[in-house]
């Protein structure tokens, strides 16, 4: 009887870069990818320049040294959460059969840290977070911080804002702008469509997407006359492009602007004022979401409706947004003008 030879498991050269690439394979989303190999990066260089190892060989002490030269640079959370990403590298790596064990493991179970899943966040008030906006010099970052601010809406919907998802009425941007709305946008001047569809690595009205949307439902936001401002004093400079986007860099000429792109210009701003730190958690830290957060507690707190908070988010059932869609002119805008924070 012959005995087939079993198949020899994989001995990737760069095991990082494998993890990484399965981690595509099984649709993680870019944001996690970067956490991931920014983390694992770090823990390989401690390995191989600190200890003399490598990551196949690395052991519990490598793996426990490594979390002790964590401490007093990271919030604990942190410090928590980077462990989690290598022991799940290695519980991945042992499974597929590429590593012997996970030396992980029982540094997890024994660390003093512990993810902190429900974040209290930095408390900024209105008043501060308009001399934020007011410190902001360039018209695209100013739009789109206030886009962020004024919407509620992720980092990743932002940017995948087209032109024709957005209908100012001002006959200066519609002569510059020969672009002609989305048809539920008809009957709705000064409103933002935002689309359940764009899908990361997707094409999309022509072009492939970096991010992918997460909203439930489509959703129709109102402009109000700061946003409007903004984003008329954004389009009188955006670049000539043939790129639908409404958000282009200036930078990268032309080219849509990401969701890194975004978070890196959101965390110099905010490091400027003290709001940013690099290591840091999201109970220190302003970033995209912090806007989300940000938006949804002082609307939340300023209508008391939640219903309504939620339909702008886009995270809300179906029956819910449909009596929100269909009072969208009678009710939406009006508790929404109503109750707008002013940042200008």
Same mark, same amino acid.
């Given at each position: 009887?012959?005995?087939?030879?079993?198949?020899?498991?994989?001995?990737?050269?760069?095991?990082?870069?494998?993890?990484?690439?399965?981690?595509?394979?099984?649709?993680?989303?870019?944001?996690?990818?970067?956490?991931?190999?920014?983390?694992?990066?770090?823990?390989? /260089?401690?390995?191989?320049?600190?200890?003399?190892?490598?990551?196949?060989?690395?052991?519990?002490?490598?793996?426990?040294?490594?979390?002790?030269?964590?401490?007093?640079?990271?919030?604990?959370?942190?410090?928590?959460? *980077? @462990?989690?990403?290598?022991?799940?590298? &290695?519980?991945?790596?042992?499974?597929?059969?590429?590593?012997?064990?996970?030396?992980?493991?029982?540094?997890?179970?024994?660390?003093?840290?512990?993810?902190?899943?429900?974040?209290?966040?930095?408390? =900024?008030?209105?008043?501060?977070?308009?001399?934020?906006?007011?410190? =902001?010099?360039?018209?695209?970052?100013?739009?789109?911080?206030?886009?962020?601010?004024?919407?509620?809406? +992720?980092?990743?919907?932002?940017?995948?804002?087209?032109?024709?998802?957005? &209908?100012?009425?001002? /006959?200066?941007?519609?002569?510059?702008?020969?672009?002609?709305?989305?048809?539920?946008?008809?009957?709705?001047?000064?409103?933002?469509?935002?689309? /359940?569809?764009?899908? +990361?690595?997707?094409?999309?009205?022509?072009?492939?997407?970096?991010?992918?949307?997460?909203?439930?439902?489509?959703?129709?936001?109102?402009?109000?006359?700061?946003?409007?401002?903004?984003?008329?004093?954004?389009?009188?400079?955006?670049?000539?492009?043939?790129?639908?986007?409404?958000?282009?860099?200036?930078?990268?000429?032309?080219?849509?602007?990401?969701?890194?792109?975004?978070?890196?210009?959101?965390?110099?701003?905010?490091?400027?004022?003290?709001?940013?730190?690099?290591?840091?958690?999201?109970?220190?830290?302003?970033?995209?979401?912090?806007?989300?957060?940000?938006?949804?507690?002082?609307?939340?707190?300023?209508?008391?409706?939640?219903?309504?908070?939620?339909?702008? +988010?886009?995270?809300? @059932?179906?029956?819910?947004?449909?009596?929100?869609?269909?009072?969208?002119?009678?009710?939406? +805008?009006?508790? *929404?003008?109503?109750?707008?924070?002013?940042?200008?």
């Amino acid at each position: 009887m012959v005995v087939e030879e079993q198949a020899a498991e994989p001995e990737p050269d760069d095991p990082v870069a494998y993890f990484l690439q399965d981690m595509t394979f099984h649709g993680r989303s870019e944001r996690t990818r970067e956490a991931y190999e920014r983390v694992l990066r770090g823990f390989e /260089s401690f390995v191989v320049g600190q200890r003399g190892t490598s990551l196949p060989d690395a052991t519990q002490r490598e793996c426990m040294a490594w979390v002790h030269s964590l401490r007093g640079d990271h919030a604990s959370s942190t410090v928590a959460s *980077y @462990a989690s990403y290598v022991h799940r590298f &290695y519980a991945y790596m042992t499974q597929v059969g590429t590593f012997e064990s996970n030396p992980m493991a029982l540094v997890t179970e024994e660390m003093d840290e512990s993810i902190d899943t429900d974040p209290a966040r930095r408390e =900024i008030s209105v008043e501060e977070m308009r001399a934020f906006v007011a410190a =902001i010099s360039h018209p695209l970052e100013r739009a789109l911080v206030g886009t962020l601010l004024k919407t509620g809406m +992720r980092v990743g919907e932002c940017c995948n804002l087209d032109l024709r998802d957005v &209908y100012l009425n001002d /006959s200066e941007v519609q002569a510059a702008y020969d672009v002609d709305p989305r048809a539920a946008l008809d009957g709705r001047p000064n409103s933002i469509y935002v689309a /359940s569809e764009p899908a +990361r690595g997707e094409v999309y009205n022509g072009e492939e997407r970096t991010a992918s949307n997460k909203r439930k439902r489509d959703t129709v936001i109102p402009i109000d006359s700061e946003l409007k401002r903004l984003l008329k004093a954004w389009l009188a400079i955006r670049p000539d492009t043939a790129s639908p986007a409404l958000f282009c860099s200036t930078s990268e000429w032309g080219t849509r602007t990401t969701p890194s792109m975004v978070r890196s210009t959101v965390a110099e701003r905010a490091g400027e004022r003290g709001w940013y730190r690099e290591g840091g958690d999201a109970e220190e830290n302003v970033t995209p979401h912090y806007f989300r957060h940000f938006f949804t507690t002082h609307l939340r707190d300023r209508t008391g409706d939640r219903g309504i908070v939620k339909y702008l +988010r886009g995270d809300v @059932a179906s029956d819910i947004i449909d009596t929100y869609t269909h009072n969208w002119g009678d009710r939406v +805008r009006d508790v *929404y003008e109503t109750n707008i924070y002013s940042l200008l």
